[in-house]
């Protein structure tokens, strides 16, 4: 048996897209034949690859990636290729981009890709992922023509849930984020910091205006006055405060990384300390554990908090945050599209004030995921027997 990933890519400087391939690979490969291999269509050094199955203990799981190459059709077709010789394709879409809110280029990649997947004879599984919002309604009948298709469709959040109700009567199962399985391990850094540790997260791409530069994401907040109103805020009533970068840039590249705002942000606000650079998700998740409160505007970096006990406050730009959080009966969200700057900043610094509440609410949440990711777990093993069920019957 072979199975393909879509979507997912073990060593992309953004930890949140390298969390869900480090937790979906994971969760994968805890419910599915040894043997099989696993085939990444994306982008991955074959260090990458070593690490992420080092880390997560996946011993002699065969593992490689298969890379897009849009520009050479003869690539492209050794890729459409490779799909043909899945059993099945699981496909997370990066999480939230079975949208067009980061352009219509990116939306249409993605929908190719799908479109391959399900025409190469694999199964595809939508993973727990966001679907929309869509501003271009133009693409709506291919998006319903790929959801229909599809052998099981995860939701991620109620929101989406309720949004492919309206676009079909396919079922659709919720469930939550897999990056809430991601493990982490110990991490002492942290330990001799007093007093109370904030973990700060500054979005590069928030920082920047988006990928526009031009507010893309329709913030109601002047992101860069939110960031130092907060951390100030924080550093005059004594608090020990780190910025953490969770988009780390490889060499030479800059792109929508944290690690540049990061450094802007601690220019204004010396008292605050800059966190380490990590490696991949699991060092990021084992130092953020370590925190006592964590604000951040990257979703999983938040769902690195929420899922280690943090008291965890998201500070939001799409309705991705809402969706994901309070279907796991959390509520605590700082809406950056719909609050002025001061509001949003005094809001954020109430939450801190609370956090022993937040962290009995984040408890509570915990169990939730728990609860939830399962089902995904349960679905995919009884399709991956089915399969190969069905596979030896034909033989």
């Known amino acids: 048996m ?57 011993g002699g799981r065969p593992i490689r990636a298969v890379p897009f190459r ?27 981009s079975f949208s067009d809110i980061y352009g219509l280029p990116r939306l249409l990649k993605n929908l190719l ?59 659709v199962i919720l469930t939550t984020d897999v990056a809430v399985t991601l493990p982490s391990g110990p991490n002492t850094e942290l330990a001799a910091s007093r007093p109370q540790r904030i973990g700060f997260n500054v979005s590069g791409l928030l920082w920047t205006g988006g990928y526009t530069g031009k507010n893309q994401f329709d913030l109601k907040v002047n992101y860069q006055e939110y960031c130092r109103g907060v951390v100030q805020g924080l550093l005059d009533t004594g608090h020990d405060v780190h910025l953490v970068s969770h988009v780390v840039p490889r060499d030479g590249e800059q792109g929508e990384g944290d690690v540049a705002a990061c450094s802007a942000l601690q220019i204004d606000c010396p008292g605050a300390q800059l966190a380490p650079s990590f490696r991949n998700p699991v060092e990021a998740k084992s130092w953020i554990a370590e925190t006592d409160v964590f604000i951040g505007s990257r979703m999983h970096a938040t769902i690195a908090a929420f899922t280690t006990g943090v008291a965890t406050i998201p500070a939001a730009y799409s309705r991705k945050f809402a969706g994901l959080f309070s279907g796991m009966g ?29 962290r009995e609410g984040v408890a509570r949440g915990r169990a939730v995921a728990a609860s939830r990711i399962s089902t995904f777990q349960e679905r995919i093993a009884g399709m991956a027997r089915k399969l190969k069920a069905d596979r030896k019957h034909a033989i």
């Not at 290729?81 to 496909?91: Q, Y």
């Not at 023509?145 to 009567?169: I, M, N, Q, Y």
């Open 2 to 58: 072979r199975i393909g990933f879509l979507g997912i890519q073990c060593d992309n400087p953004n930890l949140g897209v390298s969390a869900l391939a480090y937790a979906g690979v994971n969760l994968i490969h805890q419910v599915t034949d040894p043997a099989a291999e696993f085939v990444l269509f994306s982008d991955n050094s074959t260090d990458g690859l070593k690490l992420m199955s080092d880390t997560l203990g996946l």
């Open 70 to 96: 849009h520009k050479s059709p003869r690539r492209l077709l050794h890729t459409f290729r490779e799909m043909e010789s899945c059993t099945f394709i699981v496909d997370f879409t990066g999480g939230d």
């Open 113 to 171: 890709h799908k479109e391959m997947a399900l025409r190469s004879g694999a199964a595809l599984v939508l993973a727990p992922q966001t679907y929309g919002p869509f501003t271009h309604r133009s693409v709506l009948p291919w998006v319903r023509s790929v959801v229909e298709r599809a052998e099981l469709v995860f939701s991620r959040d109620e929101p989406s849930l309720k949004f492919l109700g309206g676009l079909t009567s396919r079922d």
């Open 330 to 358: 959390y509520d605590i969200n700082v809406d950056l599209k719909a609050l002025g700057t001061q509001e949003a900043v005094r809001k954020t610094l109430d939450y801190v004030e609370k956090s022993d509440t937040l």
